[in-house]
C-alpha cells in the first residue's frame, strides 16, 4: 500500500498496477479529476451509491466495465465494495489543442489513431518509436484499446511520459472530425492494392492502424481518404502492428524531409 501527495491510498497489484478501491474512495478520485483509466464495477452491485457513481462515470467520460465479483477478488482481497478504478499512468490530452497548437507554429499535424489495439506491449512500442519520430499525438478510444499503465510506460522506454495521448468516447466521430480540422485520414491496411509510397504524407495527415486480429474497423475504413498496403516481399504476409507503424511513421516523416 501506497499514499501518494494527494492523499489516496494506492495498492499495486501483482501486475504493477495502481488502482484504488471502494466506492466512496473512487467517487472522491473522480472529484479530485484524478486520470482513471477504468472502472470495474460487480455485475450485481446496484444501490444508490453505486447509482451515483455510474452517473458520475458517465458524465466525467471514465469507461466503466461491469464484471464478475471473482475479478474484482483476484485484483485485491480487501473490502472493495464492488468497485476498482485503475489509475491511469499519464494525463491526457486535448486532441484540439494538439492540433491547434500544430497549425499555431506552421506544423502540419501528425497523428497515430489505434483501433482496437490492445496488447499493452505493442502499444508501448508505438509510442517509443512515434515519440522518437516527432509525432504530434496518439488517438485511442474509451474503451478496446490497451491500458495505460506502469507496464505500458515501461514497454514505451518512457515515451508515453512525454508523447500526447488524446482519449476519446467515440473514434469513427474523432476521426471525421481530423477530416473537418483539414487531416487526411490515411489507413495503413492489407485491405487495398496502393502501396505505402505512392500515397502523399506531406499535408496533414492521420495515420490509422488497426490491431493484429481485427484490422480497423469496416466503419472507419469507409471514411477514410485514402488506404495503402506495406509492400511484402516474403513468405509472410504480415507485420506486427508496432513494426507497420514503425515503418508508417517514418515513411511520412521521410516525405516531410524531402
Known amino acids: 500500500m501506497e499514499k501518494r501527495k494527494d492523499g489516496f491510498l494506492i495498492e499495486k497489484s501483482e501486475h504493477d498496477k495502481d488502482f484504488i478501491f471502494g466506492t466512496r474512495a473512487v467517487l472522491e478520485a473522480i472529484h479530485a479529476n484524478r486520470e482513471i483509466d477504468k472502472i470495474l464495477v460487480q455485475k450485481d452491485a446496484n444501490n444508490d451509491l453505486i447509482k451515483e457513481l455510474l452517473l458520475e462515470s458517465k458524465q466525467a467520460g471514465i469507461p466503466v466495465v461491469r464484471v464478475p465479483e471473482g475479478k474484482l477478488n483476484r485484483i485485491t482481497r480487501k473490502n472493495h465494495q464492488g468497485v476498482i478504478a485503475h489509475l491511469s499512468s499519464i494525463s491526457y490530452a486535448s486532441l484540439d489543442h494538439v492540433i491547434d497548437n500544430c497549425y499555431a507554429v506552421g506544423k502540419a499535424p501528425l497523428i497515430l489513431v489505434l483501433d482496437q489495439i490492445t496488447d499493452v506491449r505493442n502499444f508501448g512500442a508505438i509510442a517509443r518509436t512515434a515519440e522518437c519520430a516527432g509525432v504530434d499525438a496518439l488517438v485511442i478510444p474509451e474503451k478496446g484499446s490497451a491500458q495505460i499503465n506502469a507496464e505500458a510506460v515501461k514497454t514505451s522506454a ?26 487526411s485520414l490515411v489507413a495503413i491496411t492489407e485491405k487495398s492494392e496502393k502501396e505505402m509510397y ?7 495527415a492521420a495515420l490509422v492502424l488497426g490491431s493484429e486480429e481485427s484490422g480497423i474497423s469496416n466503419e472507419i475504413l469507409q471514411i477514410v481518404d485514402d488506404r495503402v498496403k506495406i509492400p511484402m516481399a516474403g513468405n509472410i504476409d504480415s507485420l506486427n502492428v508496432s513494426v507497420s507503424a514503425g515503418i508508417a511513421i517514418y515513411e511520412a516523416i521521410r516525405q516531410r524531409k524531402a
Request: charged residues 20%; contains cysteine.
Open 158 to 183: 518512457g515515451a508515453l511520459n512525454f508523447i500526447p495521448v488524446a482519449r476519446v468516447k467515440n473514434l469513427f466521430f474523432t476521426c471525421r472530425d481530423l477530416q473537418k480540422m483539414g487531416l
Open 198 to 204: 505512392e500515397a502523399d504524407f506531406s499535408a496533414p
